[in-house]
């Protein structure tokens, strides 16, 4: 059975080419593009690994990430940050809130396979 990847972006380009890349490599790709509730629909699809932007409608992937490991089920889950927001202090909060990997925009698709192969490996 395929891993299932959670993807929240509101960008369409972003939301589209992830989609195809990782859909080639075989996994089952699911989508949010808003903040509000991401944290709902990550608890409801139990994903094998979120992908999260930072800069989303309504709540910020910080803040998600944030709530995601106060929650014992999420404690653990795999969380990719991919972000155009690349400072040092992005990278650090992101860090400091428990992220799995960190990555900026843009990126390539290599770089983003190994990335999700790499902490769902772990």
Not at 33 to 49: K, M
Request: proline content about 4%.
């Amino acid at each position: 059975m395929a891993k299932t990847v959670l993807l929240i972006e509101d960008e369409v380009n972003i939301i589209e080419a992830l989609s195809f890349i990782l859909s080639r490599d075989g996994w089952d790709v699911v989508t949010h593009s808003n903040g509000h509730d991401a944290n709902e629909v990550i608890t409801r699809r139990e994903p094998d690994l979120v992908v999260l932007d930072v800069m989303l409608p309504g709540k910020s992937g910080f803040d998600i990430l944030r709530d995601l490991r106060r929650d014992p089920r999420h404690q653990n889950r795999p969380v990719l940050m991919l972000t155009a927001r690349g400072q040092s202090k992005d990278r650090d909060m992101a860090e400091q809130l428990g992220v799995s990997k960190f990555m900026t925009k843009p990126f390539s698709n290599t770089e983003v396979l190994d990335a999700v192969n790499e902490l769902l490996s772990r």
